[in-house]
């Protein structure tokens, strides 16, 4: 007998992230920005230098789509791109002083939400999440991933 659809791991998977994804949305147009804007600058917080191909595969995107972003961020004097020493083609970006009070903002959000999506479970409930996510991220990454069924 099939597992309910209010029970199946996918279905769950899937609503959570888009539940997440509306609700930090929310929060970035109050801010007159949005959730991809915000990813770009809390990517580029951790990971300060890459080049737009390098952040476009980080977050999925296509690179045209990472440019306009840059754009954006750039005329609002949170992001500028820098010259790559080795090669004169690519350009790293990196985050201004400017962009320093939003990324702690963007931060101490994710904070919030993370307590607030996890409330009413238990540190150890939570570490079985998280330790089970980490193990179906690995599982999906790995060389024997479900191969895509033909069409």
């Known amino acids: ?8 791991v996918l279905i769950l998977l899937h609503d959570v992230a888009r539940l997440m994804r509306v609700v ?18 809390a990517r580029l917080d951790r990971h300060p230098g890459l080049s737009q191909n390098e952040l476009a595969a980080i977050v999925e995107v296509e690179p045209i789509t990472i440019a306009r972003l840059v ?45 607030f999506i996890t409330q009413g479970l238990s540190p150890k409930r939570v570490d079985t999440i998280v330790d089970g996510l980490l193990q179906m991220k690995a599982n999906l990454t790995s060389d024997s991933a479900v191969p895509e069924q033909a069409a």
């Open 71 to 115: 754009d954006r961020l750039e005329k609002r004097g949170l992001v500028e791109r820098r010259p790559d020493a080795r090669d004169r083609r690519v350009w790293r970006l990196h985050l201004t002083p400017a962009a320093a009070p939003l990324v702690d903002e963007i931060n101490d959000y994710r904070l919030e939400l993370n307590a």
């Open 24 to 41: 930090a949305d929310r929060k970035a147009r109050a801010h007159g920005m949005t959730r991809a804007q915000w990813v770009v600058l």
């Open 1 to 8: 007998m099939p597992e309910s659809f209010d029970r199946d």
